[in-house]
């Protein structure tokens, strides 16, 4: 009698019932990233789990769904969550939304792609967020420069050999 775990295998030996949201560490580490406020960063996860491997570029999410998916009530932060994430080149729009009312088969929320991953038509990744930095002295930008200083310090931390979190200052030591 097989396993519970392999029941849940296809042929090739891959899990049919979970999925994972892959964030590369070339995304995390990266400048942009470090200047998105946190409700964008959480908004860069909720577009990703969207992505299945083939619907890149047919990402459907709404400004009230995104809100209504992060648990968030107010439009207006959702909205610029978006924003910042496409002014920093994470996603991009391939299709604006249609909500009229005599294209009633066709209306639909915003369209949107990760520009880290193959798009529609092997179209490949762009990865503008690599070449995309906040204007200096803009909130976004103090937030790069804090996040950028805080990884160069784990960084040396962990290049002595030292555990930056067991060895941090913040840590009650009894």
């Known amino acids: 009698m097989p396993s519970a775990r392999k029941k849940n295998l296809n042929q090739k030996g891959r899990n049919k019932t979970n999925r994972f949201t892959r964030l590369d560490h070339t995304i995390l580490r990266s400048p942009a990233y470090h200047a998105l406020t946190t409700t964008a960063r959480a908004l860069l996860v909720e577009l990703t789990s969207l992505e299945n491997g083939k619907n ?3 990402l459907y999410l709404s400004v009230r769904d995104a809100a209504a998916r992060l648990g968030m009530s107010d439009l207006t932060s959702t909205g610029n969550a978006f924003t910042e994430l496409q002014e920093l080149g ?3 729009m391939t299709e604006d939304a249609s ?3 005599k294209a009633a088969e066709k209306s639909r929320a915003r369209c949107w792609r990760l520009t880290w991953l193959p798009g529609p038509g092997r179209r490949g990744p762009t990865m503008q967020f690599l070449q995309r930095q906040p204007e200096p002295g803009t909130r976004a ?4 420069e804090r996040g950028m200083r805080a990884l160069k310090a784990y960084r040396n931390a962990l290049s002595f050999g030292r ?3 067991l060895d941090s200052q913040t840590v009650c030591k009894n």
């Open 163 to 165: 555990m930056p979190v």
């Open 99 to 101: 909500f009229h009312v």
């Open 56 to 58: 890149n570029g047919s």
């Open 90 to 92: 994470f996603i991009e």
């Open 141 to 144: 930008h103090k937030r790069m």
